[in-house]
Nanobody, 127 residues
Framework: QVQLVESGGGSVQAGDSLRLSCVVN????????MGWFRQTPGKEREFVAA???????AYAESVKGRFTISRDNAKKAVFLQMNSLKSEDAAVYYC?????????????????????WGQGTQVTVSS
């Protein structure tokens, strides 16, 4: 059974940076597609960034140029480097895993494409 554990959230000022981590407890991490989503109260969970098995990435327009997703297969982890944070970036951030990803699958940007989720980590940004 695959489990995800996020860390790295916190409270920062606008313009600061944070790095989120997601460690995956699963036997074949290198075969998983991974993503980050975020959610604020009363809103649907929204796509932030995704990375495929072979390292292809995709980003929401709102974070392009500021956020970077990466993965370390040896550490079974995916990361989200968040720079130049804005107040509108404040949310609970969720790590997501797509265990059935095939090699040619493009980055998955919809919640329905992921089958395993972490518990979430809070990011607060003060202006």
């Amino acid at each position: 059974q695959v489990q995800l554990v996020e860390s790295g959230g916190g409270s920062v000022q606008a313009g600061d940076s944070l790095r989120l981590s997601c460690v995956v407890n699963g036997p074949t991490f290198s075969r998983y597609g991974m993503g980050w989503f975020r959610q604020t109260p009363g809103k649907e969970r929204e796509f932030v960034a995704a990375i495929t098995r072979n390292g292809a990435t995709a980003y929401a327009e709102s974070v392009k140029g500021r956020f970077t997703i990466s993965r370390d297969n040896a550490k079974k982890a995916v990361f989200l480097q968040m720079n130049s944070l804005k107040s509108e970036d404040a949310a609970v951030y969720y790590c997501a895993c797509k265990t059935g990803a095939i090699l040619t699958t493009p980055p998955s940007t919809h919640t329905r494409e992921y089958n395993v989720w972490g518990q979430g980590t809070q990011v607060t940004v003060s202006s």
